[in-house]
């Protein structure tokens, strides 16, 4: 699993990103809101594990501009706020628990895995057209055998296949695949193309909004 921590007492960060790197998780750790958004591809995190009183970008408007994207990931909030007020706006922010601090570690863990248990995540999905896409090896597989796409071909496809059913605005995929970098829209256009020629038609364009599958 990867985790994005924001934290910004230094002890405290240190011990659980490290935690859970000796559980066999990654962990991407900031001490400031703006770093973060400026570091962070939100797009890639499988939990957010936040702090809300932290420099610049705090836990609240970080978790707000996540929401804003679309993001799903999950979100707890680790805080030494304990009235109910904070709790309150945490939750009606979207965010999936609330722990106060001080807190065991294996506490975080515990409240982390049975927020995890509702957020099923699939492995692999069909696609049809004898198209089954691996979500843990980032693979397309055509009749068995993997697709050969480039790292952008392969980043558009997995927005799009985490989001299938739904419209992914252009915004949104130019943040994933490109992060803060100028793109073209024409540019992404053009790898849809090239996905289509090698997959066949399972990406719909919705004119002027983005693109789907399914």
Same mark, same amino acid.
């Given at each position: 699993?990867?985790?994005?921590?924001?934290?910004?007492?230094?002890?405290?960060?240190? /011990?659980?990103?490290?935690y859970f790197e000796l559980k066999?998780?990654?962990?991407?750790?900031?001490?400031? #809101?703006?770093?973060?958004?400026?570091?962070?591809?939100?797009?890639?995190?499988?939990?957010? +594990?936040?702090? +809300?009183?932290?420099?610049? =970008? %705090?836990?609240?408007?970080?978790?707000?501009?996540?929401?804003?994207?679309?993001?799903?990931?999950? !979100?707890?909030? +680790?805080?030494?706020?304990?009235?109910?007020?904070?709790?309150?706006?945490?939750?009606?922010?979207?965010?999936?628990?609330?722990?106060?601090?001080?807190?065991?570690?294996?506490?975080?863990?515990?409240?982390?895995?049975?927020?995890?248990?509702? =957020?099923?995540?699939?492995?692999?999905?069909?696609? #049809?057209?004898?198209?089954?896409?691996?979500?843990?090896?980032?693979?397309?597989?055509?009749?068995?055998?993997?697709?050969?796409?480039?790292?952008?071909?392969?980043?558009?496809?997995?927005?799009? !296949?985490?989001?299938?059913?739904? !419209?992914?605005? =252009?915004?949104?995929?130019?943040? =994933?695949?490109?992060?803060?970098?100028?793109?073209?829209?024409?540019? +992404?256009?053009? /790898?849809?193309?090239?996905?289509?020629?090698?997959? #066949?038609?399972?990406? /719909? %364009?919705?004119?002027?909004?983005?693109?789907?599958?399914?």
């Open positions: 699993m990867r985790i994005l921590l924001l934290e910004d007492d230094h002890l405290l960060r240190k /011990h659980i990103s490290r066999g998780h990654s962990v991407d750790a900031f001490s400031d #809101g703006e770093e973060l958004l400026d570091r962070a591809n939100l797009y890639e995190y499988d939990f957010f +594990i936040f702090d +809300i009183n932290v420099p610049h =970008f %705090n836990g609240y408007e970080i978790l707000e501009y996540i929401k804003s994207k679309n993001i799903d990931t999950p !979100v707890i909030f +680790i805080s030494a706020y304990t009235d109910i007020e904070s709790i309150k706006k945490a939750f009606k922010l979207g965010a999936s628990d609330y722990l106060k601090k001080p807190f065991e570690l294996a506490e975080l863990e515990l409240r982390m895995e049975n927020i995890l248990t509702k =957020f099923h995540k699939e492995d692999a999905v069909e696609l #049809g057209e004898d198209l089954r896409y691996d979500f843990q090896k980032r693979t397309l597989y055509k009749n068995g055998e993997p697709v050969t796409l480039s790292k952008k071909q392969n980043d558009i496809l997995f927005i799009l !296949v985490k989001n299938r059913g739904n !419209v992914v605005p =252009f915004d949104t995929i130019a943040d =994933f695949v490109y992060g803060d970098d100028m793109v073209d829209y024409k540019t +992404i256009a053009s /790898h849809i193309r090239d996905i289509r020629k090698k997959v #066949g038609k399972i990406i /719909h %364009n919705v004119r002027g909004v983005g693109y789907k599958i399914g």
